[in-house]
């Protein structure tokens, strides 16, 4: 199994760009997605398959994936984005493996 | 339009077996598009995953829990379910189902989860 790095947090002010990251090895190998994660509520996929986004999810977010890094790009962020968000790739095509979650904060 | 809600018994004493079922409405379990998941967060921790499933009963588990986990699909009641044994205060967390969407290669719909301690 492999792991994936993300910071701890990130902070933000409303309106600016919020970059989070994600690392690892084998980034290249796996199609990477992202999940929002609000207090007391489900995770919400946001980005899927590097940088495609679910119906429903708003143009202001964007995935990139370049192998050995991979990034969670919030354009205009509102502070409705406010939540944890965690990056997901394959391991043998099977299974899950998470980043440790990345705790966004709009200032 | 497809909903997934997960129903446990909330406390489980040490050393006892956890038993979650995820029930599907609105979709079809049988459905070759979905493989079926099951998540945890443990309080002040991050999501991790438990195992995955298909209709047909393939399976695939996280390389840390495989030896305590089952997991099996009732396709007439449209469910499937998770069973954890020999559980301690670790395992106590908010458990999640999710489906997988093959094209998506992510979970795309999630439960509302349900909190399970481990107490005695």
């Known amino acids: 199994s492999f792991d994936l790095t993300q910071p701890p947090s990130v902070s933000v002010s409303p309106g600016q760009t919020a970059s989070i990251t994600c690392s690892g090895d084998?980034?290249?190998?796996?199609?990477l997605s992202w999940y929002q994660h609000k207090p007391g509520q489900s995770p919400v996929l946001v980005i899927y398959q590097d940088n495609r986004r679910p119906s429903g999810i708003p143009e202001r977010f964007a995935g990139s994936n370049s192998g050995k890094a991979a990034t969670l790009t919030i354009r205009g962020t509102q502070a409705m984005d406010e939540a944890d968000y965690y990056c997901q790739a394959w391991d043998s095509s099977t299974d899950v493996v998470f980043g440790g979650g990345t705790k966004l904060t709009v200032l | 339009q497809m909903q997934l809600q997960e129903s446990g018994p909330g406390l489980v004493k040490p050393s006892e077996t956890l038993s979650l079922t995820c029930n599907v409405s609105g979709g079809s379990i049988s459905s070759s598009s979905f493989y079926w998941g099951w998540f945890r967060q443990p309080p002040g921790k991050g999501l991790e995953w438990i195992g995955t499933i298909f209709y047909t009963g393939k399976t695939f588990y996280s390389p840390s829990l495989k030896s305590r986990v089952t997991k099996s699909v009732d396709t007439p009641k449209n469910q499937f379910s998770l069973r954890l044994s020999s559980v301690t205060a670790a395992d106590t967390a908010v458990y999640y189902c999710?489906?997988?969407?093959?094209?998506?290669?992510?979970?795309?719909?999630w439960g509302q989860g349900t909190m399970v301690t481990v107490s005695s």
């Open positions: 084998n980034l290249g190998d796996s199609f």
């Open positions: 999710a489906r997988l969407l093959s094209g998506f290669d992510a979970f795309d719909l």
